[in-house]
């Protein structure tokens, strides 16, 4: 209850007329919007952009700093993760860093050390944006007030055209906080060949020991993100341009609740009577009887899997007609629709060289960004119109089914498997295909491909064989080492016959039959 104020209400006089405050006229009020403004307008221009993760162990930061590093990769930003517990491990030749010890804020000796390494890491971060535009991302707890300001004045002293942005995550939800330590302690070199018991007992101290210096940002001078419980509640401070419009939804649709992924091409269309072998299907092509036979086994094969889904799918006959065999409800994408291949929609394959020899030439030396003639799409376009596709899928805890088609299935899957985007024109995507994807808990996946049997209607029967974990991003030498072996022709039918080169790990799904 507001207090009772006793004699009159003390006037005082404003330097303001009240014309002036309607009209914007004041020249205090121009005052502070322009110096807001200017602040404003710095902190827009993000072509250097480093990422400081602030956080107590075990709430999360390196499972959203790959996620975030996978996410601006795949969308054809140069990124890069520069992780402090990599560098400290490697450094570490005793593994005195696997004692709770070493985090204690009574040894000075070890302090030290860590804020040494830290710093290493730090200046290799500011080396890589010397010769990079782009968002580098620091990994680590960064959990003082001194070491966040020293971190910010030795970006912002090295290039004044970095902008830091900060970005805390705080959990205080006991069940994933109890999941989060399992998989710290399962996967961490840390704790490799340490009894889980153990380990989770010196991981518990190792997290006390932070606590007891802990800072949370207070600073507003500072940009920071505060997410709260993975998507549960944000804190935002001086967050703008492609951090705000493009990162920040991403980063709130995250969470760490496993669930399968299914991404599906559509069952074969009917093609025109009398259409030569090589024609471009209509869109508004229906299914054939081949294709109504793929829809009916997808339904048998995802009944068995699980009983809800959330269900995608483009805006073309085929695909809702697939949906529709489906017992679950289906939301309809524009999105999800194939690229437009704009004047090359009725061109016969084998005469588009003839035909377009400028855009084919074009098309050899960069399938990602050359756009079709005649008001087409390129891939990158496809990509930037899937963006809130991703966000909607990763944001879901049921399980997905996304029905689409070769270019759309293509570019998911890049960004699901870490391939470069580049390279998606490339990708196989097999028809009466079933691709599954199981994120876990700690950032890896489970991948399996299943083909469908399509030659008949009578029910069959299928084999399940677990897939491997593997983790959905590489190194950088794993990464060079994925690189595709491009056979540039569009002219396979965006990907429909192209094989593509992938490292081992990408091998390790099993082909079943339904």
Known sequence: MLSERKGPIPHTKSNVSEDDYYKGDSTILKQAVGSSMLERSALMIQEKLVLVMVGLPARGKSYLSRKIEMFLRWKGMNAQLFNVGKQRRAKDNERQSSSADFYSASNEEAKRLREEIAFQVVDELLKWLDTNNGVAILDATNSTDERRNRVLTRCTEHDSKIRVV???????????????????????????????????????QRIANYEKAYQTITDDKTSYIKLFNMQSKVHLNKIYGNVSRSLLPYIMSLHVHPRPIYLIRAGMAESPPHAPDQARLPKAAALSDQGRIFAEKLRDFLVSKHSEYTVFCSTLPRTIETAQ??????????????IDTGDLGKTPEEEIETTFPEFYRQFQKDPFRTRYPGGGESYFDVMSRLEPVVVEIESHVKPVVVISHVDTIQVLYCYFLGIPIVDCSQVKIQKNEVIELIPTVGGTLHLERYMLDTRDIRAGS???????????LHTAQEEQESKIIRKPSMLAKRGSICEIKKPPQFERGQTAYF
């Open 166 to 204: 900060f970005v805390e995550v705080i959990c205080d939800d006991e069940t994933v906080l109890q999941e989060n330590m399992k998989q710290k302690i399962a996967n961490s070199p840390d704790f490799a060949g340490i009894d889980p018991a153990e380990a989770l007992i010196s991981l518990k």
């Open 325 to 338: 065999r489906l017992p679950w409800d289906y939301n309809s994408l524009v999105m999800l629709n194939p």
């Open 462 to 472: 299928f084999e399940l064989r677990s897939a491997d974990m593997f983790s959905i």
